[in-house]
């Protein structure tokens, strides 16, 4: 009858456990950190045992990127990210954040294979797809995070050289709008080759004027002023003068479509300082630019190698079979344990009986096994538990009572 009794409550109880399912996720191990330690890990893991292997890495005080990863994946952010994400909290009915990550945890496991250094992260869900949606989220927390909480050198250097670059960026456009600014209102687009053109054009008019000057001095000791030679050639030498006067700065209108174009000769030394300087400076910003351009590209490159990857093994897949609870296993195993217990029973209260029945110690385990009935509250008429008391009270006097009269 037990083993019967134990069958069916057992089969009763396998359907009633509500189903489970687990959604596993593995993952490569990652390479190892570089420098003169990982060479000197790499060596003793090709010599010796993984244990030997895990007693060096503490005695140096080195950590391995697998061991990064368990701890990055058993932290609060990695946790709290998948919590939000999937509404936990109120999944788990769970008041505070810290029971639902107490939860969370029971339904992850995340461990290492200490010989292969594979990662698997285990998930336990209600639901087939929640479990393999929140494994596939572990992989990308562990993701987010490894690739923008790197604190390796290389992200640091790329971090200073980003933040560096943008001041020099914003420098040279500074720099660059004001010389832009500058020679468009005083017409100096290349001062040195301004000058040269200036002074090549001066000399150039200066002899026309020389050689016009002549002419007309020799017509005039031929013919007056009135002639039409003489006129005409006295108003070229007038032009040549202007012209030169004009280059040289000299009663030249400043709104004159010749001082709007370019300056004159005699303004190029004053905007020559000016106009130096503020090339100097824009050529040294390009120059630090392009150096900083260069140092940033071979840092992202550099901390490319050494951010540890996260790469998928094996994907997180919806469970076709559930993983809790084995009905089977709790059916077969209800018959026996209700078996067991019906033996013990039988053997114990045979070997009761067995026992004399004036031994003082079979009386006082009647007497308080009677005591114990008595005051049971269904034992009581009305059934409460002030009529128990009562009930006790007086049992207990009418046998202290009763003891004294006996004695």
Known sequence: RAAVVGLVASTILAFLIPKEFTSTVRLMPPDQSSG????MLAALSGRTSGTLTSMAESALGLKTSGGL???VLN??????????KFRLQKLYDD????DARKELAKNTGVSEDTKSGIITVSVTDHDAKRCAAMA?????????VVNNLSTSSAHRERVFLD???DQVKNNLET???????FASQKGAIDIAEQGKAMVTAAATLQGQLIAAQSELEGLRQIYTDNNVRVRSLQARVDDLHKALDRLGGKGSDENSSAQQFYPSLRQLPLLGVEYADLLRRTKVQEAVFEALTQQDELAKVEEAKETPTVKVLDQPEI?????????????LFGPFLALALGSAWILSGSAWQDVDPTDPRKRMVQQVWTDVQANLPWNVRNGSSEGARKFWFRNRTGKSSERSSNQ
Do not use: H
């Open 319 to 331: 469970p076709d079979e559930k993983s809790y609870p084995p009905r089977a296993v709790i059916a």
């Open 163 to 165: 933040q560096r670059l």
């Open 136 to 144: 596939q989220e572990y992989v990308n927390e562990l993701n987010w």
């Open 69 to 71: 990863f368990i701890g």
């Open 75 to 84: 932290s609060d952010t990695v946790e709290d990210d998948v919590i939000q």
């Open 175 to 181: 720099d660059e709008k004001q010389f832009s600014q």
């Open 36 to 39: 003169q330690g990982a060479a």
């Open 95 to 98: 008041r505070y954040l810290e």
